[in-house]
């Protein structure tokens, strides 16, 4: 924990003659990142592990590369988009207020945001998937780097279970609890894109969850993934039991939509794979506790540098969200008052931020 007791805030780069997108800003913050490297050396790690060459070879292009194609994306125009978007409120998988035409149009926009290559073969993500962020502003490892974090400590959670659920003599698919963990945040690269005032651009919800767990779903269908490890995927936000029964079976249906896929061919059951998928899902109550005290703390902290939490931009995009890609909310939140001094207290190197004050961010600048 000695490494609380300074906050060294990545640079980002410093050219007031240019501007730069807060996405390519914020994935070049979360690659200096120490802590981001050792999630992303645990993913790789994780696929290598996979038995099946084909799924390893799409998991591994897909998490691994920006300029990997989108395949629930390919030849897909506004048109057809708008088609989709149409069959998904028909079936009550929209709320009320993107039912309407307006809000359809809406959700179409979250739906599908833009993405390079748009209208070719190959859309693609355009920057480092796993440097995106981990969760929506205000929730868990919503930071530079923090789904790579995210990621990373499910794996670390489903394979302590299955192993803990092999040695009792259960026969699990590891590669499908392995496969669900890896695919099922994916889209968040492409739903959650950092904006001009340094938070993440709302995600919308399609039946009942957040759309990254049904656009996960979808590209894992189109890529032809296995389908066991695919229901093991659908799991991730609950089992199908109970009650959740009908929403595991809900989010195969609309992520069939956007694929263009039968449902019929992923039925949702409670396997053990299934139910592992959806317990290392959890570390989102950790998470969520975790960025409300860092939040806090680091806005008190925050004035030693001369930032202003009220001046959201220059705030988030030069100080919050490098010092959370530098250390981690879970660091800040479980150190309590363990350390020598409080996070409150700690000294924060000013010139070490300053030049990011100078970087002009998309079509406006942040000012200071």
Same mark, same amino acid.
């Given at each position: 924990m000695r490494h609380l007791l300074f906050l060294a805030v990545l640079l980002l780069p410093a050219n007031a003659n240019a501007q730069v997108s807060p996405d390519a800003a914020m994935a070049q913050v979360a690659e200096r990142a120490p802590l981001f490297q050792r999630a992303r050396h645990r993913i790789v790690k994780a696929i290598g592990r996979l038995e099946g060459a084909e799924a390893k070879r799409l998991t591994r292009a897909a998490l691994l590369s920006g300029g990997d194609c989108v395949r629930h994306r390919i030849g897909l125009d506004r048109e057809a988009q708008r088609k989709i978007v149409g069959i998904l409120a028909a079936r009550g998988f929209l709320d009320a207020a993107h039912r309407t035409m307006a809000g359809m149009e809406e959700a179409r926009e979250q739906l599908f945001p833009p993405l390079p290559g748009d209208g070719s073969a190959c859309p693609h993500p355009g920057?480092?998937?796993? =440097? =995106?962020?981990?969760?929506?502003?205000?929730? *868990? *490892? +919503?930071?530079?780097?923090?789904?790579?974090? *995210?990621?990373?400590?499910?794996?670390? +959670?489903?394979? $302590?279970?299955? *192993?803990?659920?092999?040695?009792? @003599? =259960?026969?699990?698919? @590891?590669?499908?609890v392995v496969g669900a963990v890896l695919w099922h945040d994916w889209a968040k690269a492409l739903v959650l894109r950092w904006q001009i005032d340094g938070n993440t651009t709302p995600e919308l919800r399609v039946a009942g969850t957040g759309t990254h767990h049904i656009l996960g779903l979808a590209e894992a269908m189109r890529r032809g993934l296995p389908a066991r490890w695919i229901a093991a995927q659908a799991c991730a936000h609950g089992a199908p039991e109970g009650e959740d029964r009908s929403n595991v +079976?809900?989010?195969?249906? =609309?992520?069939?939509?956007? $694929?263009g896929e039968d449902p019929a061919r992923f039925p949702a059951r409670g396997s053990p794979e299934c139910l592992i998928s959806y317990l290392s899902d959890q570390n989102w109550a950790f998470g969520d506790a975790a960025i409300v005290a860092a939040e806090a703390r680091l806005a008190i902290a925050a004035a030693q540098a001369g930032f202003d939490p009220a001046d959201r931009p220059r705030y988030n995009l030069c100080y919050r969200n490098p010092v959370l890609a530098r250390l981690g909310a879970d660091a800040v939140f479980a150190s309590g008052e363990r350390v020598a001094r409080p996070i409150t207290a700690l000294p924060i190197m000013a010139p070490r931020i300053s030049p990011c004050l100078d970087q002009r961010y998309g079509p406006a600048a942040v000012q200071k």
């Open positions: 920057l480092s998937v796993l =440097a =995106a962020a981990g969760g929506n502003s205000g929730s *868990h *490892h +919503s930071w530079p780097g923090g789904l790579a974090e *995210h990621i990373a400590t499910n794996l670390a +959670s489903a394979t $302590a279970l299955l *192993h803990a659920y092999r040695a009792e @003599g =259960a026969q699990i698919d @590891g590669d499908s +079976s809900n989010w195969i249906e =609309a992520a069939a939509i956007v $694929a």
